[in-house]
């Protein structure tokens, strides 16, 4: 039975309302958190044991949304498995702190019924055909065959129910998607998901994805761990496995520091920073056997220092880097056994190359089977000013043919320093197609 609001001396009426929503979701409440030191951070434990006691991501947000109200402090999450319905939504302040390999928060099955009327752009419900695999609180992708990937998809939580077939959501749609056009609602999410927030981290999480029972969701809305209009986040000692999309993903995120951490056997890309991220720091990561690139370098990205990491076993390129991804240093990475190159630079014009990008010290071996050329690392399109420096470039065992570094003939002052190319036939070529 809960202890009275009077006796606890919580007076605050957004207390109140939790307290509210505890009892709702037959939460139990445990002793009550205490300031972890004299500035007044908060400090609270949440699980199976803990100041609020559950096994689902309601019990885990309550934890984060609480600490949160008062201005930010520590989440602990003990050591279980936590079922996830919707993302655990992150908030500003807030740290949130596993056991690693022991706090597990695994999705649900996924769950997708077409809309039974057209969802309008704007419009903040939907209507669906079938809701018996839906609940209040859900997060949903929803899309048609016409708007069906990255930012055209809508991800909302389901907030209300209206009638039988009807629920509102917590984010107005951002296209016009047609019953004509196949549309859908999917029970698909982030596992972990941070929309504007700030000064966030995550440590000690292992999230397994049930990539053969959930619902795709691609890295532009959905990820493990998602990140969307975030600045200065850290992600350390987490493990994102089989989730079906990219492993980590962050968009349009600034100061986004990953360290120490393992996506393995996701569907999509492993690592995927993103549309415009600035100054991302990404090392001593472990980036294996996911379906597509190990490490997606993606639209605008700056800046950043991508050290250390382990990309290896990856269906797709070890690391793909394209549209304006400009200034990034990558030193020191273990690049082996990817399906395609190990480096490939996508086609792009001369004012969207990636420019001034800097390879050093990488071990980049015994990639690309199915690549271009049979070549180790492949530039195409415009890119100027790339340097590959004291790099081994090449693979561990005799081959008959091969290149090293494979240029495209708009390519300009790319420079070649101190590389050693073991078991290639041709270190370098400028293809002149």
């Known amino acids: 039975m809960y202890a009275s609001s009077a006796r606890l001396g919580w007076k605050n009426p957004g207390i109140l309302a939790l307290i509210a929503a505890f009892s709702t979701f037959g939460i139990a409440l445990g002793d009550q958190p205490k300031p972890a030191n004299a500035t007044g951070k908060t400090e609270i434990r949440v699980g199976i044991k803990g100041d609020l006691r559950g096994d689902d991501h309601r019990i ?190 962050f968009q349009v995120s600034h100061r986004v520091t990953v360290e120490d951490c393992l996506c393995e056997a996701n569907t999509g890309l492993g690592l995927h920073p993103g549309s415009g991220s600035q100054h991302p720091v990404l090392r001593h990561n472990r980036s294996l056997n996911n379906g597509g690139d190990g490490l997606f370098v993606c639209w605008r990205v700056k800046h950043g220092v991508f050290e250390d990491n382990e990309v290896r076993d990856n269906k797709g390129s070890g690391i793909s880097i394209g549209h304006k991804d400009t200034d990034n240093l990558f030193r020191n990475n273990v690049i082996i056994g990817n399906n395609r190159s190990g480096v490939f630079f996508r086609d792009e014009s001369e004012p969207m190359g990636a420019h001034r990008n800097i390879f050093e010290g990488n071990r980049i071996l015994d990639n690309g089977p199915t690549g271009e050329a049979g070549a180790c690392v492949v530039l195409r399109g415009h890119h100027h000013d790339v340097v590959f420096r004291k790099n081994t470039i090449g693979h561990s065992r005799s081959v008959s043919a091969g290149v090293g570094i494979l240029a495209g003939k708009d390519v300009r002052g790319l420079q070649n320093v101190d590389n050693q190319f073991p078991n290639v036939g041709t270190p370098m070529k400028v293809d002149k197609r």
């Not at 056009?181 to 999917?186: G, P």
């Not at 998901?193 to 700030?198: L, S």
Request: hydrophobic share 40%; aromatic share 8%.
């Open 60 to 249: 885990l947000q309550a934890a984060v949304d609480y600490v949160a109200r008062l201005g930010g402090g520590t989440v602990h999450i003990a050591p279980g498995r936590y079922q996830m319905r919707n993302a655990l939504h992150l908030r500003d302040n807030i740290r949130i702190v596993g056991v690693p390999g022991k706090t597990i928060l695994a999705a649900c099955d996924g769950f997708k019924t077409r809309l039974a009327a057209d969802g309008d752009c704007n419009e903040q419900q939907i209507m669906v055909e079938d809701p018996s695999g839906l609940r209040v609180g859900d997060g949903i992708a929803v899309r048609d065959d016409h708007y069906a990937s990255g930012f055209e998809v809508t991800t909302a939580t389901l907030t209300a129910r209206v009638d039988e077939r009807t629920f509102r959501i917590s984010f107005p749609l951002y296209m016009d998607y047609l019953v004509s056009q196949k549309a859908t609602a999917r029970l698909a999410f982030p596992i972990v998901g941070g929309w504007n927030v700030r000064n966030v981290a995550l440590e000690g999480l292992t999230i397994e994805g049930n990539s053969a029972r959930s619902e795709r969701l691609d890295g532009c809305r959905g990820g493990g761990v998602y990140l969307f209009r975030c600045e200065d986040i850290g992600i350390r000692h987490c493990t994102v496995h089989a989730y079906n999309g990219d492993g980590i993903s």
